[in-house]
Nanobody
Framework: QLQLVESGGGLVQPGGSLRLSCTAS????????IGWFRQAPGKEREGVSC????????NSLDSVKGRFTISRDSAKNTVYLQMNSLKPEDTGVYYC???????????????????WGQGTQVTVSS
């Protein structure tokens, strides 16, 4: 079974940057549509950004467009979420998730994802 592992979270000041990584062992992430989600305390888990399986197409939450970038590094079997100009409202636990490999397109709807990582904490605070 696909197991995803996130890393790269931490504490950063407003305006700062972080790069999150999502990796897997024994499975090629290029075979999956991948999404990044986040969950703030007391709030629903929301889709932040995602990337399709085969054509590299991406989608992002309006509030992160121009600040966050999702990308793949096939050689490293890793999906990244580059987060710039971070704001306090970006604080939360960030999860990567994968759809069943029969599906090409990613989605912001969490119920469409079959595999989840354990999450990494991102805190934006001065």
């Amino acid at each position: 079974q696909l197991q995803l592992v996130e890393s790269g979270g931490g504490l950063v000041q407003p305006g700062g940057s972080l790069r999150l990584s999502c990796t897997a062992s024994g499975f090629t992430l290029d075979s999956y549509a991948i999404g990044w989600f986040r969950q703030a305390p007391g709030k629903e888990r929301e889709g932040v950004s995602c990337i399709n399986r085969s054509d590299g197409g991406t989608n992002s939450l309006d509030s992160v467009k121009g600040r966050f970038t999702i990308s793949r590094d096939s050689a490293k079997n890793t999906v990244y979420l580059q987060m710039n100009s971070l704001k306090p409202e970006d604080t939360g636990v960030y999860y990567c998730a994968a759809r069943d490999p029969t599906y090409n397109y990613c989605s912001s709807w969490r119920d469409l994802y079959d595999y989840w990582g354990q999450g990494t904490q991102v805190t934006v605070s001065s």
